[in-house]
């Protein structure tokens, strides 16, 4: 096959999986797109998928950095005089001891919440948000979880963590969404009115008293954007992906499979987090495929959790598999991620509460994703319980 063709074979398989909105389709075109390798190159850039070059990749931050404002400037000349561009200091695309002492605040801030009382919070949220399923069964019979449960639910342990209403919190999904979209799909640009939500509402959550005082509204954003929509298509997964599996369902609620095991292996196997990006930093190799300073790299670690030079049987839901905490779900090293604790609690207390209370609880439609190339987000999933 010659680079050509291969390149563009791949760029149509890219096309795919960033439009399909079929849940568990980017699975088989991952599988596909390993053909070109585990590093190739498209259009002015490379795509990373196995695993031992993806966790290079973020490793070195200094051989392979984010994509900082700098890049942005030869890539979008003129950016910063958009409104939008305040929400750039996001921590992901800082590097050096700006991201160092942006990180640790903000580390600081979520230790701060994420102590025995955030626990029990979590808990009451998930009381309520099984009070609202059943309210909406006992209604309609069949419902769509994903707006009337889902959203709400994630909405309310972020109130919690800000210190800011759940329907405030709530009303700022669609804007994180954008958000994270943009991060992700660079160089566009967030439109005013999203920044403007978004900015309003870090700006309540950054003041003072709240649990995230000190920090500024560009890293609260830089923390609701991507976490928000993450953990709510983090449990949309878990719903799903335990309806797929009813065996290993039966096994957590008789306590013969531990629920973290469940979580690991959910976060290996249908995470909602696709990949990040990179830039090389200087002229580099990876994978034998020669980079040069400023190009863009696609980072598919959905693919590395899966590659089968890695793992055992990739492609099945095995919890407790060993080597899971190797798995790149939450990224690695200096950027890795600072919400995986508060995730890890959310997940591994909902199936209880869910299943315990609704135990013949299906999902009855095929789920739905929304396109994107590197997240992996239910926006619908319907469900019954008879
Ligand atoms: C299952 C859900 C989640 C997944 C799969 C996930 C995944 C990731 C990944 C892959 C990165 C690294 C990005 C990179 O290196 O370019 C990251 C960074 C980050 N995540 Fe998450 N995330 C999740 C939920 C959350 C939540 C709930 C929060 C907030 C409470 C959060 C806050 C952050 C922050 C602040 C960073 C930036 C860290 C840095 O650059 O130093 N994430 N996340």
């Excluded at 998928?49 to 979008?76: H, I, K, M, S």
């Excluded at 561009?85 to 979520?110: E, F, I, N, P, Y």
């Excluded at 959910?266 to 002229?283: F, K, M, N, Q, S």
């Amino acid at each position: 096959m010659t680079l050509r063709t291969g390149n563009r074979q791949a760029a149509v398989l890219l096309a795919r999986m960033r439009r399909t909105t079929e849940h568990g389709a980017r699975y088989p075109i991952l599988a596909q797109l390993r053909d070109f390798g585990p590093v190739f190159r498209i259009w002015r850039g490379v795509v990373v998928l196995g695993y031992p070059e993806v966790a290079e990749v973020l490793r070195d931050t200094d051989r392979f950095g984010p994509p900082t404002p700098a890049r942005r400037d030869v890539v979008q000349p003129g950016w910063r005089d958009h409104p939008a561009a305040l929400l750039s200091a996001d921590l992901v695309t800082l590097k050096g001891t700006g991201h160092r002492a942006a990180r640790s605040a903000m580390h600081r801030a979520l230790a701060r919440t994420l102590g025995e009382d955030f626990e029990a919070r979590v808990e009451d949220r998930i009381d309520q948000a099984t009070e609202r399923l059943a309210a909406e069964f006992s209604r309609t019979g069949s419902v769509e979880v994903m707006e009337t449960v889902v959203e709400p639910f994630v909405a309310g342990v972020f109130a919690d963590l800000f210190g800011v209403s759940a329907t405030d919190t709530e009303a700022v999904l669609p804007s994180a969404w954008a958000f994270a979209k943009v991060i992700d799909e660079a160089p566009q640009l967030l439109d005013d009115e999203a920044a403007g939500t978004l900015l309003d509402f870090a700006t309540r959550a950054a003041g003072s008293g709240s649990p995230m005082e000190g920090l500024s509204p560009a890293e609260v954003v830089g923390v609701v954007g991507p976490g928000l929509v993450n953990l709510t298509g983090a449990v949309g997964s878990l719903i799903q992906t335990l309806d797929q599996f009813p065996d290993q369902r039966e096994d957590l609620l008789s306590g013969s499979i531990a629920p973290g095991d469940i979580v690991e292996e959910l976060l290996r196997y249908d995470a909602p987090a696709h990949g990040t990006v990179r830039v090389a930093g200087e002229d580099v190799e990876l994978g034998g495929i020669p980079l040069t300073v400023g190009e863009a790299i696609i980072v598919l670690t959905a693919a590395a959790n899966r590659d089968p030079a890695h793992w055992v049987d990739p492609d099945v839901f095995r919890p407790a598999r060993p080597g899971l905490a190797r798995a790149l779900t939450f990224g690695y090293g200096t950027h890795s991620c600072l919400g995986q604790s508060l995730v890890r609690v959310v997940l591994s207390r909902l199936p209880a509460g869910l299943y315990h209370r609704f135990p013949t609880m299906r999902v009855t439609e095929p789920p739905v994703v929304r396109p994107a190339l590197l997240r992996n987000h239910l926006s619908r999933l319907v469900l019954e319980a008879t």
